[in-house]
């Protein structure tokens, strides 16, 4: 799919290349699908055509968590640890 959005120059800015902000709202689109766990974390590396260390990295430069798991869950996995 091709998507057109009009973007605003700073005046006086030399207008950026189109294909690298296309490249960046790419990505920022895949890392949004990642955090609202419309897909996950390797098929948004493979999206971003990012090997998956790379794209991890870029999902914790946007505050998105790379291991989605509830403390509690980890606390009771912990405890029954202890008690086997």
């Known amino acids: 799919m091709t998507v057109s959005v009009e973007l605003p120059v700073t005046g006086g800015a030399t207008a950026p290349d189109s294909r690298l902000i296309g490249d960046e709202l790419r990505v920022l689109w895949i890392i949004e ?12 590396a493979e999206l971003a055509g990012m090997p998956r260390a790379a794209f ?6 946007h505050g998105v968590p790379v291991i ?11 405890d029954m640890r202890e008690m086997g």
């Not at 991890?56 to 430069?61: D, I, K, P, Y």
């Not at 989605?68 to 912990?78: I, S, V």
């Open 33 to 44: 699908q990642v955090r609202t766990k419309r897909i996950g974390v390797g098929k948004g």
């Open 56 to 61: 991890m990295q870029a999902l914790g430069t």
């Open 68 to 78: 989605d798991y509830p403390p509690a869950d980890l606390q009771g996995e912990l």
